[in-house]
């Protein structure tokens, strides 16, 4: 295996890796920023008004998502699986 492949896999592992944890994490951080404002707004300072709208907008992406997450991480698994031959030599 040469080194050039190494960093292809490396990298393409990089990319599935941010792609799938995208939407999940990109739900977290807009909801937080949303009870942020509002936290800041209403001056109220309670630190588990967060978690709550969190956790029901990550399940919500995780149910909206999932299929595509696990689809894109299948197509990847499937894609390193078919070059073993290849990487072998």
Same mark, same amino acid.
């Given at each position: 295996? =040469? @080194?050039? #492949?190494? /960093?292809?896999?490396?990298?393409?592992?990089? #990319?599935?890796?941010?792609?799938?944890?995208?939407?999940?994490?990109?739900?977290?951080?807009?909801?937080? $920023?949303?009870? =942020?404002?509002?936290?800041?707004?209403? #001056?109220? *300072?309670? #630190?588990?008004? =967060?978690?709550? @709208?969190?956790?029901?907008?990550? $399940?919500?992406? /995780?149910?909206?998502?999932?299929?595509?997450? $696990?689809?894109?991480?299948?197509?990847?698994?499937?894609?390193?699986?078919?070059?073993?031959?290849?990487?072998? *030599?």
């Amino acid at each position: 295996m =040469s @080194p050039e #492949q190494v /960093l292809t896999l490396g990298s393409e592992a990089m #990319q599935t890796t941010l792609l799938v944890s995208a939407p999940v994490l990109l739900t977290a951080l807009l909801i937080g $920023l949303l009870v =942020s404002v509002f936290q800041a707004a209403t #001056q109220i *300072n309670e #630190q588990t008004l =967060s978690f709550i @709208p969190k956790l029901v907008g990550v $399940l919500a992406a /995780l149910l909206i998502a999932g299929h595509w997450m $696990l689809m894109t991480m299948v197509d990847y698994m499937h894609h390193i699986f078919t070059m073993i031959p290849q990487l072998v *030599n």
